[in-house]
């Protein structure tokens, strides 16, 4: 037998008997892998869950394949840090029973402004304190202003009512057929009072302005003036 053939087939066995071995040793290798992930997976107490363990896989041909679970996507938000986000966009709730200031009328900063209700005095008085048979009541309306600028003021009947009441019943009122408008801006200065004349002819009014209207019966009566939330003192009269 030639020497040469026998040493060229001893070579070509050793070559293959070597990379038979280290196949063996790797798939060996992960034999034991995929036995320690499955140790762990069954010492977890969660027989389905699949997360933070290792899978391992037969592959179609050759030694077992293990695979790793993919890391979440760096995009989405821990539920720790989806917390944290939903408690920065909650409002912090207001202290109970807080409210907002209400805002304070302005006052007149130009010559001609309307003037702060706060700075008006309004009054009225009667001329007699008895009016008998058929004598028209009197009533001297005075509108003052407190402010250090000039402004204006609406002194109209239906903005500056003037009422005559009794026992507790609405009698006749400068609000009542009103024709036009019924606006009457006048400019006040610093202490120089508004006057205005106001006559009653002693006859009921009310939201009916055709017709005779009836008579007020004798007896005692209360007039004043109003402007929204200003007020006048009351004056008692009485009709005989």
């Known amino acids: 037998m030639d020497p040469d053939t026998f040493r060229g087939d001893v070579g070509v066995d050793g070559a293959d008997v070597y990379w038979r071995r280290r196949v063996s040793v790797l798939t060996g290798m992960l034999v034991v892998v995929a036995v320690v992930a499955w140790a762990c997976t069954s010492a977890s107490g969660k027989p389905g869950d699949k997360t933070g363990g290792v899978r391992a896989t037969p592959g179609a041909s050759g030694p077992m394949v293990v695979s790793l679970p993919s890391a979440p996507a760096s995009g989405s938000p821990s539920p720790s840090g989806a917390a944290a986000l939903a408690a920065q966009a909650e409002p912090s709730p207001s202290p109970s029973g807080a409210r907002s200031p209400s805002p304070k009328p302005a006052k007149p900063r130009r010559p001609g402004d ?39 003021v609406d002194v109209g009947p239906r903005t500056l009512e003037m009422r005559v009441t009794s026992g507790g019943q609405r009698i006749w009122s400068t609000a009542d057929c009103v024709a036009g408008e019924g606006v009457d801006r006048q400019t006040l200065e610093r202490g120089i009072p508004y006057v205005r004349t106001i006559t009653w002819d002693r006859r009921r009014s009310g939201t009916v302005c055709s017709g005779k209207r009836p008579t007020a019966e004798p007896g005692t009566y209360v007039a004043s003036v109003h402007s929204g939330h200003l007020k006048s003192p009351k004056v008692v009269f009485h009709l005989r």
């Open 114 to 152: 309307p003037c702060d209700p706060k700075d008006l005095v309004i009054a009225i008085r009667s001329g007699q304190n008895v009016y008998a048979g058929d004598a028209a009541p009197t009533f001297l309306l005075t509108v003052v202003s407190t402010d250090r600028i000039e402004c204006t």
